[in-house]
Nanobody, 124 residues
Framework: QVQLVESGGGLVQAGGSLRLSCAAS????????MGWFRQAPGKEREFVAR????????DHADSVKGRFTISRVKSANTVYLQMNSRKPEDTAVYFC?????????????????WGKGTLVTVSS
């Protein structure tokens, strides 16, 4: 089992920056790939970014490329999402995700482990 705890959410003005953190714990937490999803009000949960367990491979959704960056401190089992140039449409609950299979961290229906989410609100 893997437990995920997000932090860093809050209110930010459009154009501002915010960094989310996700700490993983559990017996296999050091060998899982990790990522971020988000869910806006009335919408389905969508993929944002993912990173391999070693931190050497990353992918970002087209909607956030050039603005968001995922990174990982492997020794601390922590993954970050640096969000710059925020837009009002980035307002959502952001969820940390983890899975032993890297490919599954693009599908909201296939991820094995989820955090409880942290709310990010971008004001215009």
């Amino acid at each position: 089992q893997v437990q995920l705890v997000e932090s860093g959410g809050g209110l930010v003005q459009a154009g501002g920056s915010l960094r989310l953190s996700c700490a993983a714990s559990g017996r296999t937490s050091s060998t899982v790939h990790m990522g971020w999803f988000r869910q806006a009000p009335g919408k389905e949960r969508e993929f944002v970014a993912r990173i391999s367990w070693g931190g050497t491979v990353t992918d970002h959704a087209d909607s956030v490329k050039g603005r968001f960056t995922i990174s990982r401190v492997k020794s601390a089992n922590t993954v970050y999402l640096q969000m710059n140039s925020r837009k009002p449409e980035d307002t959502a609950v952001y969820f940390c995700a983890a899975d032993p299979d890297y490919g599954r961290i693009m599908s909201r229906v296939r991820v094995s482990y989820w955090g409880k989410g942290t709310l990010v609100t971008v004001s215009s």
